[in-house]
Every structure is written in structure tokens, then in C-alpha cells.
């Protein structure tokens, strides 16, 4: 219940698939937010509704395609090989920069930043990519302040993280931004994960 | 190539799909396998093949069902609140312990071990499991020595973790076990992990 008696709704989380992206970049994030589902509940979208074929070969379902996609509350999207091919797709680009843009949460795991900074979402801001893709990603955010070995960025409202596993650390701490820590810290221990870079 | 020159065929992993399977109990392991293609092949096999639901609502497809899989090279079963109906389930563990007895290799993540032990699978064997379902899981082992605490377990062939991120932890050492620690430590550079319990 909210301090004014009314129930508390999960705030929605869109998950943006797409083929190749990184398993865990996704589902790291996933099992944090998922582990909290008085507080959060998990969307999956894609170009189309239907199976995505994920970097290592697993297919998962998107339950949205975007032109069914109502303005979104909190928007995450992972890194991998697909992102290799949709940092130059100028209609995806278009799409996320014009759906995102609004959005109270805009993050991204890995190599996602460099989509977020291809759709111009991170102009202005700081930001993080995976380190070995470092050069690769940050040359589509040349109005963005590229903070290189950090394991994790909030800038306002935009939340990036390093490679793959960093995108627990990343979601963890922004549960507690917007749950308070001691949610987080109950999402950790469920997780039985020593949560880093707090 | 190996020390004979014939080339390296990888080892085909089978991850065990059931609805209300815990994410990241899977997706872990998937991401430490699926960063060493050469190495490890990865499917997924469910009571039949199609849409499983995690139990968090990622769906996930089977590319296998129980009754046209081959024998199995590697076996990994997680955990999830889905264990606990399956742990109940003469037709599943019936079929699991038949199929994977044989296994080179048969691991468990979080409170997939119960459903190991529920299948007879654990007998003899020292193990692990959730730290916060131990008490529940170890009821299904009354021939295992249950380990609590430990973080993962490896007995023999029998490969068990703790709770959710700790699937990550054994299956790197999993990985260390069958191709050298070289290996696993790229895997989890990769990951950008910082890799607990070696």
C-alpha cells in the first residue's frame, strides 16, 4: 500500500529481444526484477511478436511487437552479437530512440549501450559498455561521456552497465533506487549473489 | 584439434526445461556453455517440445521432448518453484532417472537437486542445494550427503549448487573440470564475472 492507502502497482519493465542478443544480459536482470514481483513486472518485445533466436541459441518468446508497444515505463536492452547488426538498422534506431525517449527508465546491459547511443538516447550523459567492446560501442555516442572500467552508470534516468553479468550488479542497484535497499538486498540474498560495486 | 589431430567435437549439454524453472538457475549455466561454441552445444529438452513458461513468465522453447531424446553427454537440471511440483512427479522422475543415469556428466542448480534426489539420482553421492529450501530439498536424499553451505558440489559426476547465481560459480568449474582452467577463465573474462569459490 502507498502512504495515501492505495494498493502499490508493479511498475512494467519492456525487455527488448532481438536475435543475438546475450542470454545472460537478459535474464540476469530478469531474475532481479522477477524476483520481485509485487514491484515489478516483466514484458517482452521484439521487432514482432514471436520467437527470438538469443546469441548462444536460445529461443525465447516476445510476447509485444513494437508497433503494439504502449508508451513504456521502464525500458531495458541487452547487448551480444545482434547488437552488431541493429547499431546500424536505421529503423530499429528510429523505433527505440522515438519509444524510449519518454521513458521514466531507460538501461542497457553490455554492448545495448551502443544501441541506446545509436538511437541517441545517451546524448548528454554518462555512460558504460561492456570493456572489450569499449572502442567499438562508444563510437556511436560521440555526444556521450564515456566512462571506461566502471561496472555500472546512472546518469538520471539512464542506467548502463559493463558485460554481461554486470547487468546484475547494474539491476540491483536500481531496484534499490526504486524500491529502497532493503528490497534489493532481500532480491540479492534470494539470489544468493554477492552483489558488487554498491 | 586434439593430440591425435582429429578435430574437437563439443559436448552436447541438455538443459532440463519444466514450467516455473527458476531464470537465471538456467540462463548461468547457458551463458558460461554457450561462450565456449567449441566446446559445448547446447538443448533443450522438456516433457515435449515446444513453450515452456519460467517462473517469471520468460517463455522458452524445447527443442526436445523427453521421448525422442538420445542419451545425454551432459545433464543440467535447475531449480524454481516448478521443482516442487515436479519433485512430486513419478512420470518425470521416473524418466529423469532413467535417462541421465548413464550421463558422463549430471548437475543441478538451486532446488534441482531435489528433483536429482527425488530420480535417485544423488544416491551415494555428497551434494548441495538452495539455502533457503535445504531443509525441503534434502528431504528427497535420504541416501545423500547433504553439504550445507557449500556453494557447489562436485562428487564424482555429480555436479550441485546453491542457489541461482551460484550455477554460474559450479558451472565455470564445471567447465575448468573438462577443459582446462585456461578456458573457464576466458569464459568468465568474458562475462566480465567475477568468478567465486575456485
New interface residues.
Partial sequence: MTSTGEPLLPRVVWLVLFDGF???D???P??V???S?KRFR?R?IAQSAG?VTA???????A?CGRDDAPPPDIVLVPGGAGSRVLAHDESFLNWLGGWASEAPVVASVCTGSALLAAAGLLDGYRATS???AFGWATGFGPKTQWAPGA?WVADGNRWTS?????G?DMTLALAAALCGPATAEEIAS?????W?AR
Fill in positions: 546475450e542470454e545472460l537478459l535474464f540476469g530478469v531474475e526484477f522477477g524476483l514481483p516483466l517482452f520467437i546469441a548462444h541459441g536460445a529461443k525465447v518468446l510476447d561492456n570493456s572489450r561496472r559493463a558485460g554481461v553479468s554486470a546484475i534470494r539470489m544468493e549473489y554477492d558488487a
